[in-house]
């Protein structure tokens, strides 16, 4: 599954899918999204620009 992250908020990012749905999703949904996908590591990497 292709999909697209775009942090809208300190808590809130999009999800936008190659099929044309998207969900925006807490920090917490996109953590256990993430490790669904096997991609926990895009989650620190999000927290971290969000931050600077």
């Known amino acids: ?3 697209n ?3 809208i908020n300190p808590n ?4 936008f899918f190659h099929d044309g ?3 925006t999703l807490t920090n917490e949904e ?3 999204f993430l490790l669904q ?3 926990s590591d ?3 990497s ?3 620009n969000a931050t600077e």
């Open 1 to 3: 599954m292709s999909f």
């Open 5 to 7: 992250l775009n942090r």
């Open 12 to 15: 809130q990012t999009q999800v």
């Open 21 to 23: 749905r998207f969900e």
């Open 30 to 32: 996109l953590e256990d």
């Open 37 to 39: 996908m096997g991609l």
């Open 42 to 44: 895009v989650q620190e």
């Open 46 to 48: 999000l927290e971290q």
